[in-house]
């Protein structure tokens, strides 16, 4: 997979094994993505397992754990504390969840915010009013550092959708560059925008995308 060097690549091992893992870091790969709490929490137990097994505490120690499944409130602290980027924080009350979270075990954490921007029904996210009432508004997030913004595409062939809903995050992300100065919640780096998965990352390069999460590209179908 040829990539440009300013797009990362996150590869999204739910369902698969930690061996998975482990080989895909023997190749160089750094950043792994999970979908589900408890999922993740026993990958991180499996990493842990093995340095002992090992005798080698450092081991692997330079692999980063990237969350973008739908988060529950009451499952922050199997997530938390291992993730280096939440990039599916989807509602207000979440925000708020991870926030506290943060300000009572002295952490700042990473986040993303996930845009709707797909015509499908199911799709979870904020809208771009809601981004900027989150980004301009009056309640202070003091343990979250916003990084940018995630989406993914209407589930379909059709490219034109696809590449329609990717410029429409990049839109997003635009926008939100003109509001650096403007809340209390925005920081100058605020500039991921991760959209592209296996079977559409290259339309979201094209479209702009900063990191792409690919999972049955890199590891096979999951069943
Ligand atoms: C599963 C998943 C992916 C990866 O999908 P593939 O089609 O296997 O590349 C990317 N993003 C999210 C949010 C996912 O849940």
Redesign the pocket.
Known sequence: MELPAAVKLVA?S?FHPFEAIEEAYQAGQRIF?E?RPQELAAKVKTLEARRVELGDPAYMADIEWHF??HLQTNKLKMVLPYVSLI??VDSVRLLEAIDNWGSANNKVLNVLLECFISSDETKQGFSEHEVQDIICGERKYSNIHICGVMG?ATYTDDETVVRADFRRLKEISDILQDWIGEGGNINSDCKEISMG???DYQIAIEEGSTMI?????IFGE?Y
């Open positions: 999204v739910k993505a979908s973008i499944g990039q599916s993914m998965m296996s079977g999460r690919v999972g049955s590209m999951r």
